[in-house]
């Protein structure tokens, strides 16, 4: 270090730390764009780059269009639909997971903790094998995602209030209920059709996107993130221990189980619309911390912005790369682990000063 | 018509076909004593011929009642195989088939050995290419078994042919087999002269309304059919039968679409009014048809086959192949079940309200 | 204002605190001892009003500025960033913190004598330091009442004096009531103005520093004979401090 007078050293580090998130934010963002316009013009179905351009800028500046031509509709209608909420879908979990973890003040926990994810597979697949589709499928997804946050709090409620602890077991009970109970529903699901539908959906998938369904799982998935990124500074106080959070006069329960439900919300239309995505939740505001740190302020945007960027990409390569769909979970875990373990060393290197 | 010649031909044949099936049975030690090697490569010991039979393989259910003409010894299926019998014309011929339990194993396979066992079987038709663990629960609880494997022609019917020797209808599937083999010789004829070009690209989904999924050609019975009338399998990159996209389906861009017959809600609007689909050459020259379900679903390998490979033949290549088909398929439900199909059986059959409209259809109609 | 009066505390069959009163006026200093196990944290948990009362009641301003004995630390924020929490209660629910509050913030630190760290990350800080900081976020957050618990504790003796004086040149303005438990009842004649004793037996002793931390009551308090012992302060002035008679060595 070199040596400064007081009085240079505090503004010197503040003006290189904003620089630096400056810097990181830029570049995430510029990543998004960019990994945004390479997935429309990507895809099995071959259509030139600058016409995919060309294409989406008439889709923006005239959403009303007639759309005729098959190029026209593969971008606009199977593409675009798809980027759009694979994006928003990845913004929406990362920033879960990362509130989440701040609440539990433990970076192991995903959503699939509360066994939202669980409770919304459920759902799903109760639905596939009673017949219902569409809409009511995706209805039934989301209030059943929301169910198993209601039973995860009536389950860890004792005196009147729910430790963080007792929270996180319960929210382990209530998800290997639910996953029995669609363990079981596959086992007894016809394999000519709903099964298949039940697994494959189970592994998490964007096939199905249309601007329809897209345009169903938006509010809750916008709206979710919007109020958990209003409740960054909330989560920097949520994050400390429970004395501490509660003398600065927060409402630890209250509050916690407000950003619990806000996640259901997200994680609920994003199951719903595109099945179970492991991964996401977990990793991603990982790798946003050590970008940004703890500070939810920055971290809740990097993880989104990240996972927005992480997502599209891991779908553009499930679509494009072969001519069948590969399941999204598959990708997840073999693309992110490495990229995650390489980020850990590089952390681990730092911090150990080797 | 079909010429006498070909008629005493046929009897020649079919006596033949009946002593080469007495003797691929080694004599056994009891007159009644019915021994064979399955599929599995197995040792099947039967008493006497069986009495009750449980098939959990699909379409060997409507088989078994075909082999034997009646319910009688069927006592167990498979829930999907049930679907189709409600589902299907085979409840209209044989209504009691309705009441034939279908607990005795889950969909997927995996035998309910309790309702198993109360069934009470002498012989369980089971799959002997999905792992032990769906075979093992069944020998262990001590009933004779009999495994067939999926995939080809020859296997199927190797395995039907079998299946009628256990019930103790060896005479039954002489005259199966030989139709089968009776027609699919006329379609290979016809169609080995057929240039590469003239051969339309054929896709079969095999799902459609959960996600979508289509099949590569190795081991796979439609991809075999498409062939065999003279087609290419549009999806013959894929490994096994996997999902796929829209986009990628729009990139082959099939000349013929076939529909599965498993989803009762899927017809063919599902393709014309999809943004996609509806601009692939097929659903452009009206090409979409939903396979039909007859005895059994005319897409997996079943007793009615031959109809299957006939259907497809005239409409992928309704200049070349002209079967009469509901003339055959009258012959062929006398046959099978002994049964006269009216004319709105086979308009049901061949979802003529439905598809009706779609290109060469007319060619099953009612004259 | 804070203080605690005829609490009592029972888990199960176990009272832990019998009919316990004590305040501590704006301007005034507390200095709380008791042996390991008395229910020290279980007093403080009441007093900072997260222990349900079973009898008895409470008096304290809305917000208390509350320093733990040690910040959760695994988090990875910047010091200034761990000031501004306290301004959170200012704030409701979906606020965020403007210049203003930082200003508060740093005015915080400041006073604290942390300001030369503002910008460090506090899991990066030496205890010491990272105290100043939980103590700066409790200034900031306005209150009225400030509660330490155990300040000294984990701190080597120079980082002990500092504290000393920052509770000292706390007290002077004479504009909070300040509340601190300690293990060292030197640390009470130092810094506080009244001493709460919670003596083992169950009672507690409460009142003006002069009187209560005497020698035998804090044989009483801690089963420990203790000495007064007369010393020359850093300055040349007399030092009075108490310590237990096992101290040191014997002399010849």
């Given amino acids: 270090m070199t040596t400064m007078t007081q009085d240079e050293a505090v503004p010197a580090a503040r003006r290189i730390h904003l620089a630096r998130q400056t810097l990181i934010f830029a570049l995430l963002l510029a990543l998004l764009v960019i990994a945004f316009t390479v997935s429309l013009c990507v895809g099995r179905f071959s259509v030139p780059p600058g016409r995919a351009l060309e294409l989406i800028w008439q889709g923006i500046s005239d959403p009303s269009r007639e759309l005729a031509g098959i190029d026209e509709r593969i971008v606009l209608l199977v593409r675009a639909p798809r980027v759009v909420l694979a994006a928003l879908a990845g913004a929406g979990l990362a920033i879960s997971g990362a509130g989440l973890q701040g609440v539990f003040r433990n970076p192991l926990v995903s959503p699939d903790i509360l066994g939202i994810s669980q409770g919304a597979a459920f759902g799903g697949a109760l639905a596939i094998m009673l017949g219902i589709w569409g809409f009511p499928l995706i209805a039934m997804v989301f209030f059943c995602g929301m169910a198993a946050v209601i039973l995860v709090g009536l389950l860890s409620r004792i005196n009147g209030r729910s430790e963080t602890v007792t929270v996180i077991l319960s929210g382990l009970v209530i998800s290997s209920m639910f996953s029995a109970v669609v363990s079981l529903l596959q086992f007894i699901a016809d394999p000519n059709t709903s099964l298949p539908a039940i697994v494959y959906w189970l592994m998490g998938s964007f096939a199905t996107a249309t601007w329809e369904r897209t345009l169903v799982a938006a509010p809750g998935l916008i709206l979710g993130s919007c109020f958990l990124w209003m409740l960054r500074f909330r989560l920097n106080i949520l994050s400390l221990d429970e004395a501490e959070a509660r003398s600065l006069g927060a409402n630890t329960t209250r509050e916690r189980w407000l950003v619990f439900c806000l996640i259901a919300v997200i994680v609920g239309s994003q199951v719903a619309v595109s099945g179970i995505i492991g991964w996401i939740g977990i990793v991603i505001p990982h790798a946003a911390r050590l970008l940004v740190g703890h500070d939810h302020r920055a971290l809740l945007p990097a993880a989104a912005v990240l996972g927005a960027g992480f997502m599209v990409c891991i779908d553009t390569l499930a679509r494009a790369a072969t001519a069948a769909e590969i399941p999204l979970g598959v990708i997840t875990a073999l693309v992110g682990a490495p990229i995650f373990a390489t980020l850990l060393r590089h952390q681990y290197r730092e911090r150990t000063g080797s | ?367 | 204002m804070i203080g605690l009066t005829d609490a009592v505390v029972r888990f199960g069959t176990r009272t832990i605190l019998d009919r316990l009163s004590f305040s501590v006026a704006v301007g005034r200093s507390l200095a709380i001892l008791g042996p390991n196990g008395r229910g020290k944290t279980t007093m403080l948990k009441a007093l900072l009003g997260f222990q349900r009362l079973d009898e008895g009641s409470r008096v304290a301003p809305a917000i208390v500025g509350y320093v733990p004995q040690t910040g959760s630390s695994n988090q990875r924020y910047r010091a200034i960033d761990v000031t501004v929490m306290g301004r959170a209660a200012h704030l409701g629910l979906f606020g965020q913190p403007g210049p203003d509050d930082f200003e508060i913030a740093h005015a915080a630190l400041e006073r604290a004598g942390a300001a030369r760290f503002a910008d460090h990350f506090f899991d990066r800080l030496s205890g010491g330091e990272r105290q100043l900081v939980l103590l700066a976020r409790a200034l900031a957050t306005g209150s009225q009442a400030i509660v330490l618990d155990e300040p000294a504790a984990a701190l080597d003796l120079r980082n002990q004096e500092r504290l000393l004086d920052l509770l000292k040149s706390l007290r002077e303005p004479r504009d909070k009531a300040i509340a601190f438990t300690t293990h060292d009842p030197n640390h009470a004649l130092a810094a506080a103005d009244d001493a709460l004793l919670m003596m083992p037996d169950g009672q507690s002793l409460f009142g003006p520093v002069a009187e209560t931390i005497t020698p035998d009551h804090l044989e009483r308090l801690y089963g420990v004979p203790m000495r007064v012992v007369e010393l020359v302060g850093p300055a040349g002035e007399r030092h009075q401090a108490v310590l237990p008679a096992f101290a040191g060595i014997r002399a010849a």
């Fill in chain 2, 1 to 367: 018509m079909v010429p006498l010649s070909l008629v005493i031909a046929t009897a020649c044949r079919r006596r033949m076909a009946a002593a080469l099936a007495a003797m691929l049975f080694a004599p056994a030690a009891f007159a009644e004593e019915i021994v064979f090697k399955d599929q599995g490569n197995r040792e099947v010991r039967l008493a006497k011929a069986a009495e009750r039979v449980v098939s959990i393989v699909i379409p060997m259910a409507s088989t078994v009642i075909a082999l034997d003409g009646s319910t009688r010894k069927l006592v167990g299926m498979n829930p999907t195989a049930k679907s189709a019998v409600v589902e299907g014309i085979l409840g209209k011929i044989f209504p009691e088939a309705k009441d034939i339990p279908s607990d005795v194993t889950a969909p997927n396979f995996v035998p309910n050995v309790e309702a198993l066992t109360a069934a009470n079987p002498d012989l369980v038709i089971q799959w002997g290419d999905r792992g032990a663990d769906i075979v093992a629960p069944i020998t262990n609880a001590g009933l004779t078994t009999m495994l067939i494997l999926y995939g080809t022609e020859e296997l199927t019917r190797d395995y039907m042919t079998m299946a009628s020797k256990a019930i103790g209808k060896p005479e039954r599937i002489g005259e199966l087999v030989e139709w089968r083999d009776r027609v699919q010789k006329d379609i290979e004829a016809k169609a080995t002269v057929i240039p590469d070009d003239k051969r339309p690209n054929v896709l079969y989904l095999g799902r459609a309304l959960s996600d979508i999924s289509a099949s590569g050609t190795k081991g796979n019975y439609n991809a075999w059919s498409i062939a065999l009338a003279g087609g290419k399998n549009a999806s013959g990159e894929l490994n096994g039968t996997v999902s796929v996209n829209k986009e990628q389906i729009a990139q082959w861009n099939p000349d013929v679409i076939f529909l599965n017959a498993f989803e009762a809600k899927l017809d063919i609007n599902w393709v014309y009014k999809d943004p996609i689909l509806s601009l692939t050459n097929a659903a452009k020259s009206k090409r979409v048809y939903k396979m039909p379900l007859g005895g059994y679903r005319w897409d997996p390998p079943n007793q009615e086959s031959p109809l299957s490979w006939m259907w497809t033949a005239n409409l992928l290549h309704p200049d070349i192949f002209k079967y009469d088909l509901r003339a055959e398929m009258k012959t062929a439900y006398k046959t099978l079940y002994n049964y006269d199909l009216t004319d709105g059986d086979i308009d049901n059959i061949l979802w003529l309200k439905d598809q009706g409209a779609s290109a060469d259809y007319a060619q099953f109609e009612a004259r």
